[in-house]
């Protein structure tokens, strides 16, 4: 039985008594220290739930487990693309996704989403997209996954991902050419929906440098969006995406120059 994480939900591919992926300063590690499940313990006491986000299937695991991202289905020649992933694979939860129309490729936007992708890629017998940037991430090597380089990758259909850094080097958002934007947490929706965030790390709030937001604003220039669907459940801007995201970098790289926003109400 192969070890995952209990607090990024990372699978590993062999035995392990540390996780690197929480040792690194972008995540943590407990203070009761590290602990492992199995995949085989998770499906006994949790569950997935499928239901609509935004018009996509979003699938997440009750209770939260490890992170707590959902997933999305996006439709995709006939099938869907499975953006980013969540650790549990079961058997009620691979009907469920076949009834869909099954996977035929998964892509994730950065090592926090990794969890059992190769688990997913096995079961549906479909490769897993990720970023060579992050290949030092990867806790379960498999010839399912699929290294890809440079800074876009189309897929056809309307759909391409795009590599924005930031979070992490290989930090990846998928465009959808109806206008939305699948931003995992490299672009990060926040509670006021009128601004989007970016961070080096979310738990321990460490922040980007200017280059990295200059970056990642510079990576989606060439892209039109209204929508964009964080990592987790309701996490949704439904509208004027684009213009959020570039008046969001300009005042978060006024913040770390020392000047605050302003008080709008
Ligand atoms: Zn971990
Ligand atoms: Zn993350």
């Given at each position: 039985m192969l070890g995952v994480c209990v607090t990024c939900g990372v699978q590993f591919g062999g035995p392990a008594e540390r996780c690197p992926v929480c040792e690194d300063p972008r995540q943590y590690v407990p203070v009761s220290g590290q602990q492992w499940t199995t995949l085989e313990a998770l499906r006994r006491d949790h569950r997935n739930v499928l239901r609509d986000e935004a018009g996509l299937t979003g699938i997440g695991t009750e209770p939260k487990f490890a992170i707590g991202q959902r997933a999305l289905l996006v439709p995709w020649?006939?099938?869907?693309?499975?953006?980013?992933?969540?650790?549990?694979?079961?058997?009620?939860?691979?009907?469920?996704?076949?009834?869909?129309?099954?996977?035929?490729?998964?892509?994730?936007?950065?090592?926090?989403?990794?969890?059992?992708?190769?688990?997913?890629?096995?079961?549906?017998?479909?490769?897993?997209?990720?970023?060579?940037?992050?290949?030092?991430?990867?806790?379960?090597?498999?010839?399912?996954?699929?290294?890809?380089?440079?800074?876009?990758?189309?897929l056809g259909d309307g759909l391409t991902l795009v590599r924005c850094g930031g979070h992490f080097a290989g930090g990846t958002v998928l465009h959808r050419a109806d206008g939305t934007l699948l931003a995992g947490d490299i672009v990060q929706v926040i509670p006021d929906r009128t601004h989007v965030s970016f961070m080096y790390s979310y738990p321990n709030y460490i922040p980007l440098p200017e280059a990295e937001i200059r970056g990642i604003l510079a990576a989606l220039e060439p892209f039109d969006y209204e929508r964009i669907l964080g990592a987790w459940w309701g996490t949704v801007i439904p509208g004027d995406g684009r213009a959020i995201v570039e008046r969001s970098a300009q005042r978060y790289i006024s913040a770390i120059n020392g000047e605050m926003p302003a008080r709008t109400g």
């Open positions: 020649g006939g099938s869907n693309l499975l953006w980013d992933c969540v650790t549990l694979l079961d058997d009620d939860t691979a009907a469920a996704v076949e009834a869909r129309g099954g996977l035929r490729a998964i892509a994730i936007s950065h090592p926090h989403y990794y969890s059992a992708m190769v688990e997913w890629a096995h079961r549906f017998g479909c490769p897993v997209l990720l970023h060579e940037a992050d290949r030092e991430w990867i806790m379960r090597p498999d010839d399912a996954i699929e290294l890809w380089s440079g800074d876009t990758r189309e």
